[in-house]
């Protein structure tokens, strides 16, 4: 099993299978990416090439929501990449969620952010390494596989408490119908938001054998690919996601890297860098990206950047740029007319 790279993403044989049970076929997909037709028997593309796919996808099967639907509830079980197969074989709903977060990783760009709360369980859609969120069916598809993973696993047919996406998603009744929740369409993040005594449902499909061989090459596969990507790239990646929260600390950072934050000081140490320079980066970077967008104002990048208050980030921003947010994002603007 070859590891990925961030820039590299390997597209299951059970997609095209899937597109083709659609009445769809994988040259017409490509020639509407404008992609080679060698993509169909390499299938390793860049991000903006697998963005593409989705996007060319979208636009074959018309409404978007239909896409979303025909498609989640089409792909056979049999033909799900190890990956997944790890996480449809797991002990019970809550063990294949966290299953799939944890191998999402190894098939950029989606990543998912998983937080239990009193009632609920949310799931929140993130992108790695790119500013560029993918098209909204591959955002529908992702959350709504989530649910159908539930759904199999379990044999029960569950329904979710809330959907949001930040994108319109063609006939939203369609969704609705489809997730059993209400739906918002506008909002500042993709999110699925189940009912958390849903995820100690117990799967029928749990196979311990078959996850005593897929686990250990995956987790192996993993680590592989972790330590070729160097410890600065991780540590910033994982700070950007979580600077809404507030500011990261290295407890909940090596948390997620599983060292302890001794290690991990050790290993920023060896890179000539520490936990304090990276957080100052990462949000100078985040910043810039923030402030390019005319529709956020300054306030609400202030709030993502994870600052108790504006003036914080007008003091942080002044020292990395030497002029006002304001004057910063005017001056960028001009730039480009």
């Known amino acids: 099993m070859k590891s990925h790279t961030s820039d590299r993403i390997k597209i299951p044989p059970g997609f095209w299978a899937g597109l083709r049970q ?18 169909i028997t390499e299938p390793v593309v860049t991000p903006a090439q697998y963005y593409a796919i989705w996007q060319a996808y979208s636009d074959l ?3 978007t929501a239909q896409g ?40 950029p760009p989606e990543s998912l952010r998983i937080t239990e709360e009193g009632e609920h369980c949310t799931i929140e859609l993130e992108w790695q390494n790119t500013g560029q969120p993918g098209p909204p069916v591959l955002v529908g598809i992702t959350l709504a596989f989530l649910l159908e993973l539930g759904r199999r696993g379990t044999g029960q047919p569950l329904t979710a408490q809330f959907v949001e996406f930040s994108h319109t998603m063609g006939n939203v009744q369609a969704l609705e119908a ?20 849903d995820l100690d449902r117990p799967f029928v499909s749990y196979n311990e054998e078959l996850l005593e061989i897929l ?19 991780m540590v910033k ?34 890179e000539n860098t520490s936990f304090k320079h990276l957080l100052t980066q990462a949000r100078h970077e985040q910043a810039r990206e923030y402030l390019a967008d005319p529709s956020l104002d300054i306030k609400e990048v202030a709030f993502l950047l994870g600052y108790e208050d504006q003036n914080s980030f007008y003091r942080a921003f002044r020292l990395w740029e030497g002029e006002t947010p304001s004057n910063w994002r005017n001056s960028t603007e001009s730039q480009h007319d």
């Open 215 to 233: 686990s250990p090459v995956l987790d192996r596969t993993l680590d592989e690919q972790q330590r070729s990507r160097s410890i600065t790239q």
């Open 237 to 270: 990646w994982i700070m950007k996601r979580s600077l809404t929260a507030g500011r990261p600390d290295i407890q909940a950072v090596a948390k997620e890297l599983r060292m302890s934050d001794r290690t991990l000081q050790r290993r920023l140490t060896d």
């Open 61 to 63: 099967i018309g409404d």
């Open 178 to 197: 489809y997730f059993g929740c209400p739906i918002r369409i506008g909002a500042k993040c993709n999110r699925l938001t189940l009912h958390r005594s």
């Open 68 to 107: 979303i639907i025909k498609l989640a509830t089409i792909f056979e079980t049999a033909q799900y990449p190890p990956a997944v197969l790890a996480t449809y074989h797991a002990r019970d709903y809550r063990d294949a969620l966290n299953r799939m977060a944890r191998y999402k990783r190894l098939c």
């Open 22 to 39: 659609l009445g769809i076929a994988a040259h017409d997909v490509a020639r509407k990416a404008r992609l080679p037709l060698t993509i």
